[in-house]
Nanobody
Framework: QVQLVESGGGLVQAGGSLRLSCAASGRTFSSYGMGWFRQAPGKEREFVAAINWSGTNTDYADSVKGRFTISRDNAKNTVYLQMNSLKPEDTAVYYC???????????????????WGQGTQVTVSS
């Protein structure tokens, strides 16, 4: 099992940047594909970005492509989400999630992720 703790959320003006971190417990972090998801008030949780276990493959939702970058440091058991050119519509609670797999390919489906963090709030003001 793995436990996930997100940090780095906050309030930022439109056009600004934030970097989210997700620290994982355990010694097998490199065996997990990781994803970031978000949920805005009154909306369903949606996919944002994903990275495979080795960091060699990434995937992004169209709404964040070119603005957000997912990365990981397996030595630090941490996955990151660098968010640039933030927009008010990026306001949401951001969750990181883990799925135990050594597959090269990433996955966008919420149901494929067995482990979730508690979330961190990101608010972008206009």
């Amino acid at each position: 099992q793995v436990q996930l703790v997100e940090s780095g959320g906050g309030l930022v003006q439109a056009g600004g940047s934030l970097r989210l971190s997700c620290a994982a417990s355990g010694r097998t972090f490199s065996s997990y594909g990781m994803g970031w998801f978000r949920q805005a008030p009154g909306k369903e949780r949606e996919f944002v970005a994903a990275i495979n276990w080795s960091g060699t493959n990434t995937d992004y939702a169209d709404s964040v492509k070119g603005r957000f970058t997912i990365s990981r440091d397996n030595a630090k058991n941490t996955v990151y989400l660098q968010m640039n050119s933030l927009k008010p519509e990026d306001t949401a609670v951001y969750y990181c999630a883990a799925r135990r797999t050594l597959d090269y390919y990433t996955n966008r489906l919420l149901g494929e992720y067995a482990y979730w963090g508690q979330g961190t709030q990101v608010t972008v003001s206009s």
